[in-house]
């Protein structure tokens, strides 16, 4: 484990998350905004990368581990950001190419045991199929972000929210059988009841329809529990609405990146939110560099983890790039 990279307002550690986060003090980031390596998506080829266990149940032990960790190193009235994507079995009993074990050895060893080439910019490998070791017949989806976020509630986090990123331009599916998939989920979990959160920063501006009818009319902000014979109603916030649990954000791609890249208003929004102006940002995941980037953008000191030296090269290019757009849209 090294320190990568480290500025007056941003540090890089290369190394497993594992043995980098018990380093950190406790208490000492305000906001965590971070994406896991999906189970059974990628293989990067890398010792003791996380997302080819075994089973679903290693994988969501082993965030459970980490996410641990990050509890201690977040404040007490800190929150968390996080965002998974699922997975489907394939009940065909393979092991994988890779490393299932923090440092463990290759798994596998059969005819199958490969990882599929992709063309891919990052030279990531598709990931081997895997036994999905839970009885369930093929094509079933696995329901992994649900098992984390419940295991995390288990492990003493608050489930605040469970919000919904609708992907606009999602690339297309090829299969049939099923509707393809347009979303993903993002948790806020919380450490205690109360902590900070400035829902100012991420309101959405109010419609032309919405603000023409604020004085009661049909599309006014009447609140419609009609207390007191239908006389209460709840003016509009001169800042602009709640923006809700369902966000649209286009993906946004880095080119030398995995496909999987956070994009950056995910980012703004989840930090804007969850971090005070002075406070500390922690990436533990960093990947290629997206929520220190914004970050930076956002004025906020940031720390990130990574196992890829490749991946910290990129986060490195990313962070020192002068002129950044978010793309925003609304929320």
């Known amino acids: ?38 189970y059974g998506l990628r293989d990067y080829g890398v010792y003791g990368q996380i997302g080819l266990e075994a089973s679903p149940a290693e994988y969501v032990e082993t965030l ?3 996410f641990a960790e990050v509890r201690r190193v977040l404040r007490p009235d800190g929150v968390l950001w996080l965002n998974l994507g699922d997975s489907y079995s394939s ?13 463990g050895k ?3 060893a059969g005819k199958q045991d490969i990882a599929r080439p992709s063309r891919r910019r990052d030279k990531a490998m598709t990931a081997a199929p895997r036994d999905a070791a839970t009885g369930l017949p093929p094509k079933n989806l696995l329901m992994i972000p649900e098992r984390v ?15 919904a990123w609708v992907k606009p331009n999602a690339m297309p599916d090829s299969v049939t059988d099923r509707l393809a998939c347009r979303y993903e989920l993002v948790y806020l979990f919380t450490k205690l009841q109360r902590y900070a ?38 003016a509009p916030h001169p800042l602009g609405g709640n923006p809700g649990d369902v966000w649209s954000i286009p993906t946004a791609p880095y080119p030398m990146a995995h ?25 533990p995941f960093a990947g ?3 929520t220190l980037m914004v970050a930076r953008r956002l004025m906020r000191k940031s720390v990130g983890i990574e196992l890829n030296a490749e991946y910290c090269a990129l986060a490195v290019d990313r962070i020192g790039q002068p002129i950044f757009d978010f793309g925003e849209v609304p929320a």
Request: with cysteine.
């Open 197 to 234: 959160f400035d829902l100012d920063a991420i309101r959405q501006p109010h419609s032309r329809e919405w603000t023409a009818g604020r004085n009661g009319g049909r599309n006014g902000w009447d609140r419609g529990d009609h207390l007191n014979a239908g006389l209460a109603t709840a």
């Open 149 to 163: 976020a419940m295991a995390l509630q288990d492990d003493g986090w608050v489930l605040r929210n469970k919000i």
């Open 106 to 108: 290759p798994a596998g």
């Open 288 to 290: 290629s560099g997206t």
């Open 64 to 66: 459970r581990a980490v």
């Open 1 to 38: 484990m090294t320190v990568y990279h480290a500025e007056h307002d941003v540090t890089l550690h290369q190394g497993h998350v594992a043995d980098v986060l018990p380093t950190l003090p406790a208490e000492s980031v305000n906001c965590v905004v971070t994406s896991p390596p999906y």
């Open 259 to 283: 496909f999987a890249t956070m994009p950056p208003e995910l980012a703004r929004r989840c930090i804007a939110a969850g971090c005070p102006p002075d406070g500390t940002v922690l990436d």
């Open 91 to 103: 009940g065909r009993g393979e092991l994988n190419v890779g490393f299932n074990e923090r440092y």
